[in-house]
């Protein structure tokens, strides 16, 4: 079943269950739906926001108290975990806000950082600010997206309008994936 079928079918629990699982894609998909009126704009944002935040404070307490777990120990031993914590010694509070919108950094920095002396209070709080603004964002950006291709194309089918939205995803995200490639490319370049 697609991650589509899944969200037409099952609306909001789809986008909470896929904002953890998945990430951007379903919470994009969430917004799109919502402005084909499935469902309402509010029931997506909502569940886009619990569904990262829980996951990530899941991931931060395994990180925090199931550190033996062997799926931690594979975590610490990524080349993101390095990423994570030189980015998490140099700007602790920005990083912990910023994680979750770094491409490949989104379920390894919160094991990593219940690694850290970071307090679970200021973990909490700082995650759900962080999940609010992303999963209001993302979720607005698909609604908007739908909005767009309404008013270029018209009223199109649900599954074009889909084809459209994943296009567009997949084609944001390989950029985005390039230039951050790039950055850290020149960032390492300049400190060796």
Do not use: C
Request: without cysteine; positive net charge; aromatic residues 14%.
């Amino acid at each position: 079943m697609s991650l589509e079928t899944l969200i037409s079918e099952y609306g909001p629990l789809a986008v909470f269950l896929g904002a953890g699982i998945e990430g951007e894609t379903a919470v994009f998909l969430g917004g799109v739906f919502s402005h084909r009126q499935l469902f309402p704009f509010w029931q997506a944002a909502t569940a886009a926001v619990f569904g990262s935040f829980l996951i990530d404070q899941a991931w931060f307490f395994a990180g925090r108290y199931a550190n033996r777990l062997a799926l931690v120990q594979r975590f610490m031993q990524t080349s993101a975990a390095a990423r994570v914590n030189r980015l998490l010694e140099a700007h602790p509070t920005g990083f912990i806000l910023a994680f979750r919108f770094i491409y490949g950094m989104r379920t390894v920095s919160p094991v990593i950082i219940g690694l850290t002396s970071v307090p679970a209070l200021r973990f909490v709080v700082l995650n759900f600010i962080a999940a609010l603004v992303w999963g209001i964002a993302i979720t607005a950006i698909g609604y908007l997206f739908g909005n767009a291709v309404e008013a270029l194309f018209g009223r199109l089918k649900l599954h074009v309008h889909l084809l459209i939205a994943l296009v567009v995803i997949a084609t944001s995200i390989g950029l985005v994936a390039w230039l951050l490639h790039r950055h850290f490319r020149k960032t390492e370049g300049e400190q060796a």
